[in-house]
Structure formats: structure tokens, C-alpha cells
């Protein structure tokens, strides 16, 4: 079942320009992940936000989690070409007890021209 | 170096030749789980295992078989391989299985081709 749907599902921008992506999901969370993956290639984790923070920094990126709207966003600044790749958000499903499965949605497709 | 080891990376064959797709980790890590990849549908979880001899069908587990042995090696078999199991297949593990409150590392992937 899928959980985080992204939104755009694509984004072209130029270098040096700032790339927000947004992610939704259903159910209760523990936390929520953002992963990268470079074309074809296994995907790696960028940053886990617990459900009690609202905003969370990471060199260039940025997430903020709002678990009132169920919904979270990444936000690369100052973009370089080197971050085109896709970007996926994953929440664990949980349901107050023991969460097992970690739920990726569709991903955002970012491009950046030189 | 701490790494998620596929293997075969790519692999062509024929519907209903049952073929392995091995995978291992060097973390000692608990939490093992295939994922495949399809365009448009994202990552589904085919199986996971939260330590050895512990497996359990993820959200797509149908024509694919799990075990788990020993704590590094979690390998993903299908007896009789069909053509909507073309995909490119991902296994990644985790410390720890339940209260995921750390990354899941992947492996580079296998991207499998039934004819």
C-alpha cells in the first residue's frame, strides 16, 4: 500500500535555485525519512524527522513535518547539478506499538540544469 | 566498509527457470526486506525479516520466496520466475526492526528481466 505520495512528481530547475518537494501521507507516523536515488542506483537515506519535531536541518536540506496535515516537505537550497536524482519520503506506519515496515511513496524526479 | 551486497546485479532469463537473487550485509544488522521498483508504482515491499528464522510477507509477496538463516545473508527466490516480475529489486537492511529510529541501507540493486 502506498503511503507518501510527493508532489511535484517532477521538478526541472537551474542551478543555484532552491527545490522544494512535499509528501503526504495517511496514517500515524513514528517518524517520517527522506531518501535519494540516483538514476538506477540504490537509494540513500538523507534525513529522519521524528513526529514531535516540526523542522529539522541537514547541511543544504531542510524538512519540516506537519502531523496535523500528515504531510512533510524537503527543501534543497542553493541546488547543484550533482542533486539531480529522484527523492523519496518513507514514514513507518504506525499504530502505537511495534512498526515493521518502513512505506516509500512515488518520488519527485529533480532535475537541475547547469 | 558497511554495505548492502546484491547479487546478480542484472540477470536475463525465461519464464519459469527458478533463479536467487542473494543479498548480505556486513552491519549485523536485524532488519533485512526486499523492495521492488516499478515505474510509476514507487518501492512495494515484497518480504522482511526482523532477525534470523523471523519472515513476513510485505505488500506484494506473491510468486517470491524469503529465508533467513543466518543474520547477513537474506536471500529473495523465485521458483518459477514470470514476465510482471520484470523489476528492479532492492534489498536493504536496518539495525533494528521494530521503532524504525535509524536509516535503511540499500543495496545497488538487481534489475531482473523475465521473458
Known amino acids: 500500500s502506498q503511503q507518501g505520495e510527493e508532489d511535484p512528481q517532477a521538478l526541472s530547475i537551474q542551478e543555484g535555485e532552491n527545490a522544494t518537494m512535499n509528501c503526504s501521507y495517511k496514517?500515524?507516523?513514528?517518524?517520517l525519512q527522506w531518501y535519494r536515488q540516483n538514476s538506477g542506483r540504490g537509494l540513500v537515506h538523507l534525513i529522519l524527522?521524528?513526529?514531535?519535531?516540526r523542522e529539522k536541518h541537514s547541511g543544504r536540506l531542510r524538512v519540516t513535518l506537519d502531523t496535523s496535515k500528515k504531510s512533510s516537505s524537503l527543501l534543497i537550497t542553493a541546488s547543484r547539478a550533482a542533486d539531480t536524482a529522484s527523492y523519496f519520503c518513507?514514514?513507518?506506519?504506525?499504530?502505537?506499538?511495534?512498526?515493521?515496515?518502513?512505506?516509500f511513496g512515488t518520488g519527485t524526479l529533480l532535475a537541475v540544469q547547469p | 566498509e558497511a554495505q548492502v551486497t546484491q547479487n546478480p546485479r542484472y540477470l536475463i532469463t525465461v519464464t519459469g527457470k527458478k533463479l536467487t537473487v542473494t543479498c548480505s550485509q556486513n552491519?549485523?544488522?536485524?532488519?533485512m526486506s526486499w523492495y521492488r521498483q516499478d515505474p510509476g508504482l514507487g518501492l512495494r515491499q515484497i518480504y522482511y525479516?526482523?532477525?534470523?528464522?523471523?519472515?513476513d510477507k510485505g505488500d506484494v509477496p506473491e510468486g517470491y520466496k524469503v529465508s533467513r538463516k543466518e543474520k547477513r545473508n537474506f536471500p529473495l527466490i523465485l521458483e518459477s520466475p514470470s514476465p510482471n516480475q520484470t523489476s528492479l529489486y532492492f534489498c536493504?537492511?536496518?539495525?533494528?526492526?521494530?521503532?524504525?529510529?535509524?536509516?535503511?541501507?540499500f543495496g545497488e540493486g538487481s534489475r531482473l528481466t523475465v521473458l
Open positions: 496514517t500515524s507516523i513514528n517518524n
Open positions: 518513507a514514514t513507518d506506519d504506525w499504530d502505537g506499538g511495534a512498526t515493521n515496515k518502513l512505506i
Open positions: 525479516s526482523m532477525n534470523v528464522e523471523v519472515t
Open positions: 536493504a537492511s536496518s539495525l533494528r526492526g521494530q521503532f524504525f529510529t535509524g536509516e535503511l541501507f
Open positions: 524527522i521524528r513526529s514531535n519535531e
Open positions: 552491519m549485523n544488522h536485524e532488519y
